[in-house]
């Protein structure tokens, strides 16, 4: 009878055991820290803030920390009316944001370019980014901005992580998986 | 002194180029028959009547008429509190009047807005770019030949431009109605 094994698990130490999938978990840690690039450019922005201060609190669904760095942030926020020329510099950002990544178009002018039927005007930002989740609104309240972000939330949480992912087995080891 | 008075001593200096003052509600517009001239104007204006704050630059399309542009400009006097309007006449072929600048610092701006939006250039201008739009879009998109809608344009790396969908409008609403049904944004032709 085996004295040791190569694998000791210590209860006493290490607390209860939770058993999950890979992917379940790793929606689960995606989830809960969406960092929002926050791309204000009219009066939603000003909501967006408001969203973010204390009375609303969107830390609440983990989402407080702002960024304003593309390469650090999760979900790009785009509040406001977005012009022609600041087009270029959206889509700019948005390549520039490291995947996963994720997109809400805030209120009626970000979603379809709202009142400005316009020749200045991008009639809906989903002509050059992909847009996730769509709030109605000019501008929208704070709780619709939370909304939006548990509704995005729940649509990463059922998001195949490992669908395209290449994961090493004990097998494949030395080789080289395309 | 009045608005009036200025008026009168500026047509008094410059004779027949600048018509009789024209006042509604108590404000006064003077109408310059030559454009070309608008320089001297405007450095009288400032120089010997003390009108020292150009408020405003602003422009209108005559469309269908000649001369096709309007030039207004909004000057006051801080220390009188007066205001006083200038207008002059561009035509299309023209398309070009002298700058203030040299006069009022402020101008630029104002006139590279017009630039941007009607197409008027400002000789003597020292940075006459657009200003609200990009560099080459091909149009003036307040003049009144320019669809509300807009026109297609593709600048690659730059800016693209696509018509704005309009669904039979631009919607209109109407003040005096009775009720909010029939006041309510809806599109309305011209004749009705």
């Known amino acids: ?61 983990g989402s407080e920390v702002m960024r304003f760095s593309p390469r650090q942030s999760d979900c790009m926020i785009v509040a406001g009316t977005v012009t022609y020329k600041m087009a270029a510099s959206l889509k700019r950002i948005y390549d520039q944001m490291a995947e996963p990544k994720w997109v809400i178009a805030m209120g009626a ?42 509704k995005l939330q729940n649509k990463i949480s059922t998001e195949p992580v490992l669908k395209d992912l290449n994961i090493f087995t004990k097998a494949d080891r030395g080789t080289v998986k395309s | 002194m009045s608005a009036l008075e200025l008026a009168n001593k500026l047509k008094a200096k410059f004779g027949e180029l600048i018509a ?23 450095n009288f204006a400032k120089r010997q009547l003390g009108l020292d704050y150009l408020v405003d630059i602003t422009s209108v399309d005559n469309y269908g008429e000649d001369p096709r542009f ?10 009188a509190n007066i205001e006083l309007r200038l207008k002059t006449d561009v035509s299309e072929e023209k398309s070009e009047i002298a700058s203030v600048i040299s006069i009022w610092r402020t101008a630029n701006w ?24 990009w560099e080459g879009y091909p149009y003036f998109p307040l003049r009144k030949d320019f669809p509300l809608a807009g026109k297609p344009t593709d600048l690659p790396n730059v800016a693209f431009t696509k018509p704005a969908p309009l669904e039979g409008g631009p919607f209109v609403t109407v003040a005096e109605k009775a009720d909010s049904t029939a ?7 011209p004749e009705e």
């Open chain 1, 109 to 150: 002018c970000a979603s379809t370019g709202g009142m400005y039927r316009s020749y200045a005007v991008v009639q809906g930002v989903d002509t050059i980014v992909p847009v996730d989740i769509y709030i109605c609104g000019c501008p929208p309240r704070p709780e619709a901005v939370l909304d939006a972000l548990m």
């Open chain 2, 20 to 42: 009789e003052p024209m006042e509604f509600r108590g404000e006064i517009s003077l109408k310059i028959s030559d454009s070309a001239q608008i320089h001297e104007v405007c």
């Open chain 1, 1 to 61: 009878m085996p004295t040791h094994t190569d694998f000791a698990y210590d209860s006493k130490i290490e607390g209860d055991v939770v058993v999950t999938r890979v992917d379940a978990a790793l929606n689960w840690f995606r989830k809960n820290s969406v960092w929002p690039m926050p791309m204000g450019l009219a009066c939603c922005a000003i909501e967006l803030m408001a969203a973010g201060a204390s009375r609303f609190d969107i830390s609440r669904f």
């Open chain 2, 110 to 133: 104002h006139e590279r807005e017009i630039y941007d939006m009607m197409g008027v250039r400002f000789s003597g201008h020292p940075d006459l770019r657009r200003i609200l739009m």
């Open chain 2, 70 to 79: 309007t030039i207004i400009y909004h000057l006051r006097s801080v220390a």
């Open chain 2, 183 to 189: 006041r309510e944004p809806r599109v309305r032709n």
